[in-house]
């Protein structure tokens, strides 16, 4: 049982390079979410799917598209990057509503766009 | 707009002494939930509060929720070196939500 799994790990990209961060979870659960973590800011929601086949925004998701390719998969997409994206990068999975709303984390990829 | 600050944003103090940290808002939140992140690693949940003035221990850990559902504090006694990471409150606006807000998160050293 991984639970949460995150590739890569570390990326560095050239602004307007594009890059797909994948996220994938062992755990049956409903729900998917994609968050940025940046110094003095906690975590802020870039998008999340509740369930199979559904995705919505976040609080940030200016820059980014997902894809929640089947139940346990679920990608985060940078078109063209830019410095202001430089970032930690957390995928989590729950339950949701259906459970009691926690979340578990993958172990962060961190991504700096030059 | 940050909807959940917590405060001190930095806090390092000696092995066995007490400590607590905080977290606000302006707005009501049907539940509230503490996280505790190491580094290299994503948070890991500590515990879920959801009733207005409720209490939860864990171990040394003390979580109490605000009788309006708008804060919340986390107390930790005699802290460990082990007690060291990232604190992050976060919580649901909305009963049936699952979208989480966090907090601004506290940073805590504890020095051996």
């Known amino acids: 049982n991984a639970g949460v799994t995150q590739t890569p790990k570390f990326q560095v990209l050239k602004t307007g390079q594009s890059m797909t961060l994948q996220c994938a979870q062992d755990?049956?659960?409903?729900?998917m979410y994609w968050y940025r973590q940046d110094p003095g800011m906690g975590l802020r929601l870039i998008y999340y799917?509740?369930?199979?086949?559904?995705?919505d925004k976040g609080e940030v998701p200016n820059g980014y598209n997902v894809s929640r390719l089947n139940k346990r998969e679920f990608s985060l997409r940078l078109e063209s990057a830019a410095p202001s994206q430089t970032s930690v990068y957390f995928c989590a999975s729950g339950f949701g509503t259906s459970g009691d709303n926690e979340q578990f984390f993958g172990p962060g990829t961190r991504l700096t766009v030059l | 707009t940050q909807l959940l600050e917590q405060s001190p944003q930095f806090l390092s103090i000696q092995e066995g002494e007490n400590l607590t940290v905080y977290c606000n808002s302006s707005s009501v939140f049907s539940s509230l939930q503490w996280y505790r992140q190491e580094p290299g690693e994503g948070p890991v949940l500590l515990v879920t509060v959801v009733t207005g003035g409720e209490v939860k221990k864990l171990k040394r850990l003390t979580f109490q929720f605000g009788d309006a559902r708008k804060d919340s504090s986390l107390h930790i006694t005699a802290a460990q070196p082990g007690d060291t990471g990232l604190y992050l409150c976060a919580g649901a606006r909305v009963f049936g939500n699952e979208k989480l807000t966090f907090g601004t998160g506290t940073r805590l050293t504890i020095i051996p």
């Open positions: 799917s509740a369930s199979e086949g559904t995705t």
């Open positions: 755990m049956n659960h409903n729900s």
